[in-house]
């Protein structure tokens, strides 16, 4: 397997193949079909089970992106049950290839749990408003994709972080081909937003875009709807969808 270009093998430490096999396989199963790749453990001859301590090498086939997501789903649940396996001595990295590769940004613990959110809805929201691979492993998130989707994705985490000390200034939008910007009326703002921003959770989670209140240059306020999928008018998903759904709740209000 050493010389295929479509296979990766991850280090698994014996006392987590269970947790990350699951009962029946289900575990790598769901990790099978989420990335559309084929996982199985694997052993050289003569090295069948060496007992406690050992590793077992797992086996990634498929695409670049897909084994990369799954590998990164495999590191984030081995370091769950074996802290500091994959992330002891790691640190940030940031690559300017202009294809496909991975960064890694080193969280402190506040931001790790806002960032992940309640169930991982919030890294979820990240990942497919960028169109990027987001996945914690410990503290560290690794984002992996192309370029663009890479320095989204960063963009789009240092946002969230501003969010939680205050308002998020973004003076110009007009360059960017991921962004819609939408002004609410001012006795609507609420209503769109909902009770501490449930409604725009509800939207965001339904379009799989990333959307928040911004300032301007002139220190007002606008919605802004983030996403690499501009949508169409029949599509669920991406910033049309997104908008449309904004444009019913502020009708609803007037």
Not at 12 to 24: E, K, L, M, N
Not at 34 to 63: A, P, T, Y
Not at 229 to 254: F, P, W
């Amino acid at each position: 397997w050493e010389d295929r270009d479509d296979c990766t093998v991850v280090d698994i430490p014996s006392d987590c193949i269970g947790y990350i096999t699951g009962a029946r396989r289900a575990t790598l199963g769901s990790m099978e079909e989420e990335w559309g790749v084929l996982m199985f453990f694997m052993n050289k001859s003569g090295e069948k089970g060496k007992g406690r301590g050992g590793n077992e090498k797992l086996m990634i086939c498929g695409s670049q992106r897909g084994r990369r997501g799954a590998e990164l789903k495999v590191m984030s649940g081995v370091e769950t049950k074996n802290p500091g396996y994959f992330t002891k001595g790691i640190r940030d990295k940031t690559s300017n290839t202009k294809g496909f590769d991975t960064d890694r940004m080193i969280f402190k613990d506040d931001e790790l749990s806002y960032s992940l959110g309640k169930q991982g809805t919030t890294r979820k929201k990240l990942e497919s408003a960028a169109g990027a691979i987001l996945e914690y492993v410990g503290h560290v998130a690794f984002i992996a994709g192309e370029l663009n989707q890479r320095r989204r994705c960063k963009e789009f985490i240092s946002w969230l972080l501003q969010q939680r000390k205050g308002s998020v200034t973004i003076p110009d939008i007009s360059r960017r081909d991921d962004a819609t910007e939408m002004h609410v009326p001012e006795n609507c703002k609420g209503w769109v937003t909902g009770n501490r921003g449930s409604e725009l959770r509800r939207m965001e989670q339904e379009t799989q875009t990333y959307m928040f209140m911004a300032l301007d240059s002139r220190g007002e306020e606008r919605l802004i709807i983030f996403s690499h999928d501009a949508g169409s008018k029949v599509s669920a998903t991406g910033r049309m969808a997104a908008e449309r759904l904004v444009n019913e709740l502020i009708q609803e209000k007037l």
